[in-house]
């Protein structure tokens, strides 16, 4: 078991997963808007599962999809975090990735735990570049990756094999290094 850690920034704690985050975590995966660019919705035992996984990633490496909720009132928003990208990408390398609940769009949320990941990703770990794998039409997690100065990398595109054919598969590369961080 590695030492866990928890990241803060002004108005976000990322933290260990708890039990009472299901009901949001499974309301947040079953918003066909939420999940509009990954191909399908989960269901709430897909939820508790993967809620399970983050859970005890975090706890053996330290480090992984935090659980992300605001300081001042703990309300859950969702995840953000790093994770060795999956082996079946043609990229490799360690991911960062973000995904809140819709109520939490629309006030900087994301960049705001991201720039902590990423802090925490070069920083702490000393990892030599950190990419986001983003789906071709998500414009707002695109976004999201320019504002942490990271760079598109349209060579390494690709279609991710994980997901099923059609308009979600097409996923774009998005690479920042710590001198450009």
Known sequence: MAEFVELTTPRLLLRQWKDG????????NADPEVRRHFGSLLTRAESAGSLEAFRTELAERGWGWWAVQLRDGGRFL????LDPVDEEAPVEGVEAGWRLHRDAWGHGYATEAARAVLRYGFQELALPEIL???AEGNTPSRAVAERLGMTYDPSADFDD???????HRRTVVYRLRPSAG
């Not at 985050?21 to 947040?28: G, S």
């Not at 094999?161 to 308009?167: A, D, F, K, Q, V």
């Open 161 to 167: 094999p994980t997901l099923p054919p059609g308009p």
């Open 21 to 28: 985050d299901l009901d949001r975590w499974a309301e947040l």
């Open 132 to 134: 986001a794998l983003i």
């Open 78 to 81: 969702g995840f953000a975090g």
